[in-house]
């Protein structure tokens, strides 16, 4: 980590979630529209962070997809965002920050390397249609391409319109949250839960098993 010079290694439970996205993309068979890739349950700071760039990392090293972008959903967590994972980036990765919805578009129509790993807001994902300049070669040329979201905080927006009008936006793409709240049954919001929009727990990791191992403080 080249913001505090440390070198990290993952703990069990970020290995074996990162390993169940990967798996999941490189068995992902394009041409099918099932956007539910499934989601993370990982307690706060049991270092989702880390595990999400890390899945984000490999799977732009291995070609199995054009695009990976993680997908936050408010301005100072996507800058905070950008520098973790601008810091855990090696000298082969490139970081792309997004400052527009132009540049983002921008971004998703490269076909550079360069442009592979790309951090952005839900906001500015969403508003891609409304972007001036926008026509319909464009937005089918990004459409087409393979997209995986990597969305961080899942239980919070994702459950309004934005994630909607970008399911509708990049209809073959696919989607993992990431969230130390999931929302189930009991705590239901508009009618959906965590896996009715991103599908199947894929690992867990809850605050009381980090309570346990000590890799989370205790509380009151």
Sequence with gaps: DDTDGILKVMRSYQYYATSRITSRVAMRRWADRDQMGGYIWHTTGSGKTLTSFKSAQLIAASKDADKVIFLIDRIELGTQSLKEYQGFADDNDEVQATESTHA?????????????????????????????????????????????????????????????????SF??????????????????????????????????????????????LGFD
């Design 104 to 168: 983002l578009v921008a971004k998703l129509i490269s076909t550079a390397s360069a442009d592979t790993l790309i951090v952005t807001s839900i906001q500015k994902m969403s508003n891609i249609r409304q972007e001036n300049g926008m026509n319909a070669a464009d937005i089918k040329q990004m459409a087409d391409k393979r997209i995986v979201f990597i969305v961080d905080e899942a239980h919070r927006s994702t459950f309004g319109d934005m994630l909607t009008d970008i399911k509708k």
């Design 171 to 216: 209809a073959g793409a696919i989607f993992f949250g990431f969230t130390g709240t999931p929302i189930q049954r009991e705590n239901v919001r508009k009618d959906n839960t965590t896996t009715d929009v991103f599908g199947n727990e894929l690992h867990r990791y809850s605050i009381a098993d980090g309570i346990r191992d000590k890799n989370v």
